[in-house]
């Protein structure tokens, strides 16, 4: 990998992470959960929290979209979504459910700090971000969309917040 620049394995590990993580809400595609922690490894998010029926590693099906970013990406397994919430907001994350509802705040609307760490809640494929995990956010960001579905795949939805985000940050470092 070195003629791409990529680190190893070991060299990521040691790398100091960026300042948000995603939580998974009963995510119910084990492909889905696969494709966010190859997000995550990529824009070196600082773990994935997998909450209710939401699948965990190791399994085949998580493994063939993560492609090794279990490995790689630092995760952990709540049965209560309200639970994880609740001690992220102890540990001083700034709580952003990313879906559809009212009062949402459009991704461009959004400046995140530097100094502020953030948890990005990806709901349920079906039902979206739980009515309780909903009760315990600090904003609802909402992915402007133009077509005719007005939903977006979680992996996806994952990947544009997460690079909104990274590019907020290396733009405040130039």
Request: proline share 2%; net charge negative; glycine share 6%.
């Given at each position: 990998?070195?003629?791409?620049n990529?680190?190893?394995?070991?060299?990521?590990?040691?790398?100091?992470?960026?300042?948000?993580?995603?939580?998974?809400?009963s995510?119910?595609?084990?492909?889905n959960?696969?494709?966010?922690?190859?997000?995550?490894?990529?824009?070196?998010?600082?773990?994935i929290?997998?909450?209710?029926?939401?699948?965990?590693?190791?399994?085949?099906?998580?493994?063939?979209?993560a492609?090794?970013?279990?490995?790689?990406?630092?995760?952990?397994h709540?049965?209560?979504?309200?639970?994880?919430?609740?001690?992220?907001?102890?540990?001083?994350?700034?709580?952003?459910?990313?879906?559809?509802?009212?009062?949402?705040?459009?991704?461009?609307?959004?400046?995140?700090?530097?100094?502020?760490?953030?948890?990005?809640?990806?709901?349920?494929?079906?039902?979206?971000?739980?009515?309780?995990?909903?009760?315990?956010?600090?904003?609802?960001?909402?992915?402007?969309?133009?077509?005719?579905?007005?939903?977006?795949?979680?992996?996806?939805?994952?990947?544009?917040?997460?690079?909104?985000?990274?590019?907020?940050?290396?733009?405040?470092?130039?």
């Amino acid at each position: 990998m070195s003629e791409l620049n990529r680190l190893s394995e070991e060299a990521f590990s040691q790398e100091t992470k960026l300042s948000f993580v995603f939580v998974l809400d009963s995510i119910r595609s084990l492909n889905n959960v696969g494709s966010v922690f190859r997000t995550a490894d990529s824009f070196n998010a600082a773990h994935i929290y997998l909450c209710g029926v939401t699948g965990t590693p190791p399994h085949r099906d998580i493994n063939k979209t993560a492609l090794g970013a279990t490995d790689t990406v630092a995760w952990s397994h709540f049965p209560s979504i309200e639970n994880c919430l609740k001690q992220l907001k102890s540990e001083g994350y700034f709580l952003y459910a990313i879906e559809q509802t009212h009062g949402s705040i459009e991704l461009h609307q959004i400046h995140f700090e530097s100094d502020q760490k953030y948890a990005f809640i990806m709901g349920n494929e079906v039902s979206g971000v739980s009515d309780e995990a909903l009760q315990l956010v600090d904003g609802v960001i909402e992915i402007p969309q133009f077509g005719t579905k007005h939903s977006l795949n979680v992996s996806v939805s994952a990947g544009i917040i997460a690079w909104h985000y990274v590019n907020q940050m290396l733009v405040e470092s130039r």
